[in-house]
């Protein structure tokens, strides 16, 4: 039986990504600062526990694993990583969690680790026409991503890169564009523009309006959490390195994916444009590169992950009151 790490497992992608290794005969062990609050913590044991802490790392980071998955990272949606406000905690918290659970892998000769980078690190110069955004994984340099969250990503992909060829570790790299899905955050400022444009219109009473952030006509893709697991077990038994995307490649236009939510709930609603942190003004997966490595690439509708979401998110928001 293969014993796997996952840093994160109290997470979105962690809780999602430990069920699927469990589905597959996985033992698996994980760690985060706290449990899943929406009760998906399937490991066989979870510790509560601070990877800023090399003690706790050395603790959880046991000889006998076959495979480590680092997903642990201060994390969040445009209303926490664009503002500005929380560019320290996201350095300095992020970046200890990858150098310490790296060093610890190297000195228990663990062969095998993923890790979980973003879109977010592509330079935002070409990422400033909504229609015609550049996201091939060749085009990260020169380098100039568009927020402090971005700029950890880069370094870490590069830290491990450097324990890949320093160190012989089997790392493996995903670029992931906007994960969604069921069990993600969906309220308290960290959760993404799906999660957030779900909730406003499964609170607006019919006949409303909702807030959208921006003009609306900044672009995105988005990726169903399921496809995002699938991806990341195919490249970590598989023979390439990465970075590679990990991503939809249906771009939409946030009030488009608006109104196709407002078009799910059955309610007639307006779309109203407010300023808000809006980050880049276009971005889409490039998905050739992961086809060509992989064969293999993501290929379920928005509208289905999307109807998924709402639903779950309907649950939640009735089972609150
Ligand atoms: P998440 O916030 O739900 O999960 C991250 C987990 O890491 C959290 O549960 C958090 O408590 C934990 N964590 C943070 N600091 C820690 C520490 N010091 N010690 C232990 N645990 C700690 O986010 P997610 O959406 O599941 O994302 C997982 C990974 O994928 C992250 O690295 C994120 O940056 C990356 N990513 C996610 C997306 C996305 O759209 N969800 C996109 C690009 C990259
Ligand atoms: N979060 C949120 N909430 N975004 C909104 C809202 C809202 O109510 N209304 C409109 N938006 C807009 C944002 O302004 C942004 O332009 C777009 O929807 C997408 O926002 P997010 O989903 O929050 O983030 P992102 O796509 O810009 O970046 C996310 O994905 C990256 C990977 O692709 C972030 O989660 C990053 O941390 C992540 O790395």
Redesign the pocket.
Known sequence: MKKALVCGAGGFIGGHLVNRLKEEGYWVRGVDLKSNEYGNNNADEFVIGDLRDINIVSEVVSDDLDEVYQLAAD?????F??TGHNDSDIMHNSALCNLNVLEEVKKKRIKKIFYSS???MYPEYNQMDPNNPKCSEDSAYPAAPDSE?GWEKLFSERLYLTYNRNHGIDVKIAR???IFGPMGTWDGGR????A??CR?VAEAPDGGAIE???DGK?T?SFLIVDECVEGVRRLMDSDFIGPVNIGSEEMIS?NDFAKMIVDISGKKLTIVNIE?????AG?NSDNRLIREKLGWAPNMSLREGTEKTYKWILEQIENKQ
Do not use: D
Request: hydrophobic share 40%; aromatic share 12%; charged share 15%.
């Open positions: 994390m969040g949606g445009a209303g990583v664009f973003s879109a977010c969250y992931f564009h906007n959760e993404k523009a799906p957030a444009l406003k959208v952030w921006g900044q995105r946030i808000g942190p809006t980050g880049v971005r």
